[in-house]
C-alpha cells in the first residue's frame, strides 16, 4: 500500500469521525499547521499544531473555548502521520509496521491520545490558536515489544578474563564506515539500535532486554560526547551516572550497519568484554547501555 495514500486516507477518515460538519475534510484539515521532531537525548517527541480561528469563523472572546476545544479533539489526527517516518531499526520505520499489520492504527490512535498537553495560547494578532503536545518516545517503544520476557544472552565459548563493569557506553560520534558499504557516515538514533561484533554477532538488541517494555524507558540512553567527559570519576553526571554507574565500559564503535545506520559494530574483543562475565551480561538486560551520537544527528524532524 501506497505510504502517502496512507497517510492522506488515515488524516481524512480520523478528522472526519472528530468533526463530522459541512466544514470539516480537506477544507477543514487545511486550517491547521502541525510541525513536530523527536529529542533523542530527552527521549521526547513534541509536536505544535496551530489552528487559524479566523479562517474557522471563530470570534473572540466567546469563541475561545471552542478553538481550544477544536485543537485538543483534532491533535491525534494531527500528529499520527508524524510517526510514521520515525525509525524503529536499521531497517524499518513505523510506516513499514503499520504496511505489514505488525501495529494498527487504532494502538496509534490511543498512543496519540496518551499524549501530554500544554494549554493552547493565542498569536499576538489573534488569528491562531496554538498547542503543543509531548509523548515519550519509550512510550512508543513499549508498544511495539511483544515479547514478555528477555531471552538470554549467552556467554561465548571461550571467554576472555573482564572486569566487572557498571554499565556500557559506546561512542559512535564520528563518520563511521558502512558495512558492506563504500561509505562513512554519522551514526543515527532510532528506538530499537542493535550492537554488532566485526565477526557480525549480534550483541545487544530489543530482546534481550527488560527496557523498552514498560513504561518511558529506551533500550539505549543517547546522548552527545561532552555528556561523557564531566570532571568526575567516572566522567558522567546526573541521570548519565545512575544508568551507567561509577564504573562504566567504554567502547569505541568501529563502523555502523543497516539501511538505516543506526548500528554500531564494536570490536570483537570488547564484545568479549561484555559477553564473558554474567554481571556484564546483567548489564544489557537492564538497558545499561548508554549511545554517544554526534550531536548534528540527536534531534529528528519528522
Known amino acids: 500500500m501506497n505510504s502517502k495514500f496512507i497517510g492522506l486516507t488515515l488524516i481524512s477518515v480520523f478528522f472526519l469521525m472528530a468533526f463530522p460538519s459541512p466544514s470539516s475534510g480537506q477544507e477543514g484539515l487545511d486550517r491547521f499547521d502541525v510541525s513536530s521532531s523527536i529529542d533523542w537525548v530527552r527521549g521526547e517527541l513534541t509536536a505544535q499544531a496551530s ?6 469563523g471563530i470570534r473572540l472572546p466567546t469563541g475561545r473555548f471552542l478553538a481550544e476545544e477544536t485543537l485538543r479533539e483534532a491533535y ?16 524499518s520505520t513505523i510506516r513499514n509496521l503499520v504496511e505489514q499489520g505488525d501495529i494498527s492504527l487504532d494502538e496509534l490512535d490511543i498512543l496519540c491520545r496518551e499524549a501530554g498537553k500544554i494549554t493552547p495560547n493565542l498569536s499576538a494578532d489573534l488569528r491562531r490558536m496554538t498547542g503543543r503536545f509531548t509523548l515519550p518516545a519509550g512510550r512508543i517503544s513499549s508498544l511495539l515489544v511483544r515479547q514478555r520476557r528477555p531471552t538470554e544472552q549467552a556467554g561465548p565459548l571461550i571467554p576472555v578474563q573482564t572486569a566487572d563493569y557498571t554499565g556500557i557506553i559506546i561512542i559512535a560520534d564520528r563518520e563511521l564506515p558502512v558495512r558492506g558499504r563504500r561509505a ?7 528506538l530499537f539500535p542493535r550492537i554488532w561484533d566485526t565477526d557480525m554477532n549480534l550483541v545487544y538488541e530489543r530482546n534481550m532486554t527488560e527496557a523498552g517494555r514498560q513504561g518511558n524507558t529506551m533500550i539505549v540512553q543517547y546522548t552527545a560526547s561532552e555528556s561523557i567527559f564531566r570532571p568526575t570519576p567516572s566522567g558522567l553526571e546526573g541521570e548519565l551516572a545512575v544508568l551507567a554507574g561509577p564504573n562504566p ?21 570488547d564484545a568479549l568484554k561484555i559477553l564473558s562475565s554474567e554481571n556484564n551480561r546483567r548489564l544489557l538486560r537492564e538497558g545499561r547501555v548508554i549511545l554517544v551520537l554526534n550531536e548534528k544527528t540527536l534531534k529528528t524532524a519528522l
Open 249 to 269: 565500559l567504554r567502547i569505541i564503535a568501529r563502523e555502523v550497519f543497516g539501511i538505516f545506520p543506526s548500528d554500531p559494530v564494536i570490536d570483537r574483543q
Open 184 to 190: 562513512a557516515v554519522l551514526a543515527e538514533p532510532c
Open 51 to 56: 489552528y487559524d480561528i479566523v479562517q474557522a
Open 76 to 91: 491525534p489526527v494531527l500528529i499520527m502521520p508524524h510517526l510514521f517516518s520515525i525509525r524503529v531499526d536499521s531497517n
